[in-house]
């Protein structure tokens, strides 16, 4: 089955760019929406965003500034990008896989999280 | 953004009871398809998030049938029919009407 793998430093300065990649094995990117993810130290699930496998993103309007998610279908991977960190992006970081619900009759997809890898903490400090 | 709010933010259990938890949403999760865009995940000690319930009340893959979701528009519930010592961990909402937001989690453990 899909299995999802995160990738990339565990520690990263303040003010530097945080770069993780989330490699799928065992089935295609192709066909999916993908979603990055994050979790503070003891705290909840905060949505980072989501890439079509075609290239077309959505990410969290309070992120948005400073983030870029981007597809390599020739590797089978995704990528995210966090510029200008602080200490308060320090977390667990998952990424997971969108899976689609056709409602029928022409009625559209919904898209649910099937799919997640065992997450990488990335640490932000000098 | 849609906020999330969930409760109680702990529940003990016991073994064998039934258990449920509370999932309140800013506004409308109702789409004009009908369904409710809301999503349950149980994330267990040292695990990743794993999906229960998607569309309000549709039991996810291999989801034991003592997991169910109710509810509709602003108010939601996951209940446990009758609880097992496996589903200790934190269960959080999600909404996907909207760029999809949790709610803070629930801690279920044993009493």
């Known amino acids: 089955q899909v299995q999802l793998q995160e990738s990339g430093p565990g520690l990263v300065k303040p003010s530097e760019t945080l770069s993780l990649t989330c490699t799928v094995s065992g089935g295609s990117i192709s066909g999916y929406y993908w979603s990055w993810i994050r979790q503070p130290p003891g705290k909840g699930l905060e949505n980072i965003g989501h890439?079509?496998?075609?290239?077309?993103?959505?990410?969290n309007p309070s992120l948005k500034s400073r983030v870029t998610i981007s597809v390599d279908t020739s590797k089978n991977q995704f990528s995210l990008k966090l510029s200008s960190v602080t200490a308060s992006d320090t977390a667990v970081y998952y990424c997971?896989?969108?899976?689609?619900?056709?409602f029928g009759s022409g009625r559209g997809y919904y898209y649910y999280l099937d799919v997640w890898g065992k997450g990488t903490t990335v640490t932000v400090s000098s | 953004d849609i906020v999330m709010a969930q409760s109680p933010l702990s529940l003990p259990v016991t073994p064998g009871e039934p258990a449920s938890i509370s999932c309140r949403s800013s506004?409308?999760?109702?789409?004009?398809?009908?369904?409710?865009?809301l999503d349950w995940f149980l994330q267990r000690p040292g695990q990743s998030p794993q999906l229960l319930i998607y569309l309000g009340s549709n039991r996810a893959s291999g989801v034991p049938d003592r997991f169910s979701g109710s509810g509709s528009g602003t108010d939601f519930t996951l209940t446990i029919s009758r609880v097992e010592a496996e589903d200790v961990g934190v269960y959080y909402c999600?909404?996907?009407?909207?760029?999809?937001?949790f709610g803070q989690g629930t801690k279920v453990e044993i009493k």
């Open positions: 506004q409308s999760l109702l789409h004009r398809n009908g369904y409710n865009y």
């Open positions: 999600m909404q996907a009407l909207e760029t999809r937001t």
């Open positions: 890439i079509y496998y075609r290239g077309s993103t959505d990410y």
């Open positions: 997971a896989r969108y899976t689609s619900y056709y």
